[in-house]
């Protein structure tokens, strides 16, 4: 699995909590799920490129 979430990038947006490497996993699965279907419904559509409105 590749690391799509920064932890860094997330401080920067939660700045009063603490991170759990744990939620790191997760937030990087669920964007490997998201990205997967994205791009069965590109290839659905005849596209290689996945857009904004695959998601």
């Known amino acids: ?5 920064i932890k ?3 401080k920067e947006v ?6 759990s490497s744990d939620l790191i996993d ?3 699965k669920k964007v490997e799920e998201i990205l997967k279907k ?4 590109a290839k659905a ?3 290689t490129t996945i857009m904004p ?3």
């Open 45 to 47: 559509n005849k596209r």
């Open 1 to 5: 699995m590749a690391n799509l979430i």
């Open 53 to 55: 409105h695959d998601l």
């Open 38 to 41: 994205a791009a069965e419904r």
């Open 14 to 19: 939660i700045k009063d909590m603490r991170i």
């Open 26 to 28: 997760a937030l990087n």
């Open 8 to 10: 860094s990038n997330l």
